[in-house]
C-alpha cells in the first residue's frame, strides 16, 4: 500500500491527513529508542484518531515494539 492510499484512507475515517503528516514528521526526528518519546507518539496518534487509550492498551503496544523493534526506515518510506 503506498502513502496515497493510506492518506485516502484516512480521509475516509475523518481523521486529518496533514496531521498525520506532522506525526510521521515528529516522529523522524525523535529517537525511538526512547520509551517515552514512543509513548507520547502513542498518545498523539490515538489523539488524531479521536480514540482514547489506557495505559494497558498502550503498554502492550510498547511490548511488542520492543519485540518487533522499529525501523526509522519506516518513516522515510512515509514522507
Sequence with gaps: MDLSSILSLLEKANINTNEVQDLIYEASRL??????????LIRKSA?????DISIEKENQIISILK?????????SLLR
Aim: glycine share 4%; aromatic share 4%.
Design 31 to 40: 529517537d525511538l529508542s526512547n520509551e517515552d518519546n514512543v509513548r507520547s
Design 47 to 51: 489523539k488524531l484518531a479521536n480514540k
Design 67 to 75: 519485540e518487533k523493534g522499529i525501523s526509522s526506515d519506516l518513516f
